[in-house]
């Protein structure tokens, strides 16, 4: 099962993806924003899953 971060960040991907396919510079530039804002929500939301269970290990920290 995926965690909201992780969809958030294959969002952002396809958004990063979208962006390289783009002719159009204006709408290069709003899928890297996108992009860009997939990521940044990615984030947030492990940063309060962290603090709303604080010992509660991120998946990447499980990994690494």
């Known amino acids: ?3 909201r971060a ?3 960040r ?3 991907i396809e958004a990063r993806q979208r962006a ?3 002719t159009e510079q204006h709408l ?3 899928f ?3 992009a860009h804002d997939w990521f940044a929500l990615a984030e947030q939301v492990e940063w ?3 603090h709303r269970h ?3 290990a991120t998946p990447d920290e499980k990994a690494g």
């Open 1 to 3: 099962m995926r965690s």
């Open 6 to 8: 992780e969809e958030y």
């Open 10 to 12: 294959r969002r952002g």
């Open 20 to 22: 390289g396919r783009a």
């Open 28 to 30: 290069k530039n709003a």
């Open 32 to 34: 890297e924003q996108v």
């Open 48 to 50: 309060l899953e962290r």
């Open 54 to 56: 604080p010992g509660a």
